[in-house]
């Protein structure tokens, strides 16, 4: 396929950008604006990028809590709290946006390389996209 490497490198970039958000919601997202309670990933057990990230970047005590409440189902909110300030203290919230954000205009740059070759308006759509994905907040 003539287009097949550049669509491949857009929806790569999209995807990860997408992904880092959707664990960063899950971490550190408004619950009212969610429609449910974030921590899913600590809950189920799943090394997402913002529990590996924070699991790299903690000391040996915070690896603990977080050890601790991985894989548990019922993992209080006080919990996840605690893993939250743990985070932010580490600065993985900022992290996790900044590479969010990288990937997003990744994909938005590969997007722009369409105009003259399809419709404008489908072009725009694409470069929006990425910026869109890493800013929602559900």
Partial sequence: MRYDGELRS??????IANQIHD???????????LGKSPGSDVRSGRRSYALAALLASADETERKVLEGALGDPDCGDETLRR???IA???GIDRTLRTEADRHARRAAAQAA?????WRKQAVEFFEHLPAWSVTRDR
């Fill in 88 to 90: 932010r203290t580490h």
């Fill in 113 to 117: 390389t369409w105009h003259g070759r």
């Fill in 10 to 15: 857009y929806a790569g970039a999209l995807g």
């Fill in 23 to 33: 664990d960063w919601l899950d971490l550190f997202g408004d619950p009212a604006a």
């Fill in 83 to 85: 893993i939250r300030r």
